[in-house]
């Protein structure tokens, strides 16, 4: 999971680079696509991903706040 996240991250990161490369050189539609493209699958699909690939398995309940927690701290 690891691996196909590194190859997603970098194909969506070089297209929006392409993108922004076109866009600065040349005036053609394609360039827009390409950048809009690359940051709705950023945002979208790839951050999804992520984010369940690093929190899978971890105990989220250190993390949160409750009653014990904060009367805890007074």
């Known amino acids: ?27 053609n539609d394609i360039s827009e696509i390409l950048i809009g493209f690359s940051v709705l699958a950023l945002s979208f699909f790839y ?4 984010l369940y690939h690093r929190y899978k398995g971890k105990d989220l309940s250190k993390y949160t706040f409750n009653d014990k927690k904060l009367r805890k701290k007074e």
Do not use: A, D
């Open 1 to 27: 999971m690891r691996v196909f996240l590194n190859i997603l991250f970098w194909s969506f990161t070089s297209s929006l680079f392409l993108g922004l490369y076109l866009k600065e050189k040349f005036t």
């Open 47 to 50: 951050l999804p991903l992520f």
